[in-house]
Nanobody
Framework: QVQLVESGGGLVQAGGSLRLSCALSGRTLSTYTMGWFRQAPAKEREFVAANSWSGGSTYYADSVKGRFTISRDNAKNTVYLQMNSLKPEDTAVYYC?????????????????WGQGTQVTVSS
């Protein structure tokens, strides 16, 4: 059974950086396309970034393009989200999600497994 555990969230000032981690257990990361999503207070959960199972393609929301980078370390069964130049509007609970093979996509319903989320708060 696949389990995902996010870590690395916290409080940071605007312009700062954070790196989120998502550890996958129960299966091999190399067979999973991974995505990051976020949900701000009183808003729907939205797509942030995705990385295909082969590592060959990545996909970003326009709002984070050029500031966030998704990457993976298959040896550690961990996917990362490096977040730079953070803005107050990036404040949200960040979730990682996994789908077996498949492309790097933004549709949430296509992801089969979800973590519990980690809070990121960016102060102005």
């Amino acid at each position: 059974q696949v389990q995902l555990v996010e870590s690395g969230g916290g409080l940071v000032q605007a312009g700062g950086s954070l790196r989120l981690s998502c550890a996958l257990s129960g299966r091999t990361l190399s067979t999973y396309t991974m995505g990051w999503f976020r949900q701000a207070p009183a808003k729907e959960r939205e797509f942030v970034a995705a990385n295909s199972w082969s590592g060959g393609s990545t996909y970003y929301a326009d709002s984070v393009k050029g500031r966030f980078t998704i990457s993976r370390d298959n040896a550690k069964n961990t996917v990362y989200l490096q977040m730079n130049s953070l803005k107050p509007e990036d404040t949200a609970v960040y979730y990682c999600a996994a789908r077996l093979y498949g492309g790097a996509i933004s549709e949430q319903y296509r992801y089969e497994h979800w973590g519990q989320g980690t809070q990121v708060t960016v102060s102005s």
